[in-house]
């Protein structure tokens, strides 16, 4: 029962971030003039897990992964692609891409919390490419809201946040 009301109390909480999102969006769409632009943005961490902790989902010990491939597909309430889209890391092992395109035709149904997911693509490391379900990372990385917010004159972009990911060492002795 006290499971059931947790799962309840969950489900209640990310609605109504959905929903300040949405809400969000549209006042600041009818205060603003049609110039201001609200972009998506999806961010995280790629690393190489250590071979201390291969076989679980410690990232103790592990070390960014730059050039690394990761993507993100976000599907709209019918269950169809919506958009597709590839991102490198950079020389730290983060990534940041602007998800142009995206569009929610259904606020709630259609929203980056629940229609888009983040996956390893490719790793720059011979030594360390295989992929893990690190987080998902093979399964697809769900995206968390952590308010998060970047200004700019007419702009603004909402960021969302998914890992860390890691690929596993080739070779572990």
């Not at 010990?61 to 050039?67: F, N, R």
């Not at 980056?112 to 990372?137: K, T």
């Not at 007419?154 to 890691?166: F, Q």
Request: hydrophobic share 35%.
């Amino acid at each position: 029962m006290a499971r059931q009301q947790h799962i309840i109390a969950i489900s209640l909480l990310l609605l109504s971030t959905a929903f300040a999102f949405v809400n969000g969006v549209e006042e600041s769409s009818y205060l603003e003039s049609e110039e201001n632009k609200v972009d998506v943005v999806v961010e995280g961490m790629v690393y190489c897990q250590s071979c201390k902790h291969y076989g679980t989902w410690s990232l103790t010990g592990a070390k960014p992964l730059p050039s690394a491939k990761v993507s993100v597909t976000c599907r709209d309430h019918k269950n169809r692609v919506s958009l597709y889209k590839v991102f490198p890391t950079n020389e730290k092992g983060y990534f940041y891409g602007q998800l142009d395109g995206f569009k929610m035709d259904q606020h709630i149904l259609d929203h980056p919390l629940h229609a888009c997911v983040v996956r390893l693509l490719s790793s720059s490391d011979s030594n360390c490419s295989n992929i893990s379900n690190i987080n998902y990372g093979i399964d697809g990385a769900p995206l968390r809201y952590e308010n998060k917010r970047l200004f700019g004159k007419k702009y603004e972009a909402v960021v969302y946040s998914a890992g860390p990911l890691a690929f596993r060492p080739s070779h572990c002795y």
